[in-house]
C-alpha cells in the first residue's frame, strides 16, 4: 500500500474570541483530534455540519493558518505554510476583473516568473482542459458564474500543483450548472491524477464525487466516520443518482450526519432542539446540510 498523500495526526485548532456582551476573550476550539490521511490521486470529499471547522481543516492543508495541537504532512513533510504544490479553489471566484480569462489563468505563472510565450501556452492548455477555449478573451463580467469557476479552477491548475484544495467551490451556482460542473471536475480528476480534498454541504455531491467521504462532527469538529464509495457509483456514463445504490448510500451518510446537524442547531438555539426525535425532511431531500 502507497503512503499518505496528506496525513493528519491528531490535529486541532483553536480561536481566541471576543465575550459575550464585551467580556474576557475566550477560547474557542474550531476542530479537535482529526485524524486522516489522503491517499495519492484520490478524490476525498469532507461533509459537515455547519460550523463544524471544514473551511478551517482547508486552510490549515492550504498552510493559511498554522494548527494549535498535531501535526500535517504532505508526503511526509511537515506544511509550514502556501506552497505552489497546493492549489485551492474557494466558493468566490477572486478572478480580477482588468484580466481576462487566458491572462487570469496567467497570473499564478506570471508571480512564480514563467516566461510569456511558456504561460500563456500553459494558460491556454487548462483553458482547453476546461471546455473554455473560445472564451479566452472574455472579461469576468462577460462570463457565467458556471465559466467564472472553471477560470479559476484552471488557475489553480496552471502551475501544476500536486493537491487541490475545494472549499464549497460550485454551492452558488445554480443546480444545472453545479452538476455540469461536477461531471467536468470528474473528468480533469481521471486526466491530471492529481490528489483532491472536496469540501461540500451536499450529501448528493460527496457521493457524486468523492471515493471516498469523510463526516465530521458538530463543532469541535472531528471525523465521525469515512464512507469508501463504491465503484458503480463513479460510472463515466450512467446517471448514478437514479441508481437504488446511490438511495442507499445516501441514507447511511444523512443517517450518521443527521445527529450532527440537530447537535449543532440545539447549540445555537441554546435548548432542547424541537426537531430532535423526529425527520426534518425527507430523505431524499436535504440536499445541503
Known sequence: MSEAKISLDQVGMDFTVRGDSGGPTQSFTAIANVTLDVKPGEFLTLVGPSGCGKSTLLDLLGGLT???RGRILLDGRPITGPARDRGIVFQQYALFPWRTAVQNIE??????????KQRREQARHYLDLV????????????LSGGMKQRVAI????????????MDEPFAALDAQTRETLQTELLRIWRRTGKTIVFITHGIDEAIVLGQRVAVMTARPGRIKH??????DLHSETDDVRS????????????????????????????GPNPLAGRSRRPLEEPAHV
Open 243 to 270: 441508481l437504488p445504490l446511490f438511495g442507499s448510500v445516501r441514507h447511511d451518510i444523512w443517517t450518521l450526519l443527521r445527529d450532527e446537524v440537530l447537535k449543532t442547531e440545539q447549540d445555537q438555539t441554546g
Open 107 to 116: 497570473f499564478g505563472l506570471e508571480v512564480a516568473g514563467v516566461g510569456k
Open 154 to 165: 484552471a488557475r489553480s491548475l496552471a502551475y501544476d500543483p500536486e493537491v487541490l484544495l
Open 66 to 68: 498554522m494548527p494549535s
Open 131 to 142: 471546455n473554455l477555449s473560445a472564451f479566452a478573451h472574455r472579461y469576468p463580467q462577460e
Open 226 to 231: 469515512v464512507f469508501d464509495i463504491p465503484e
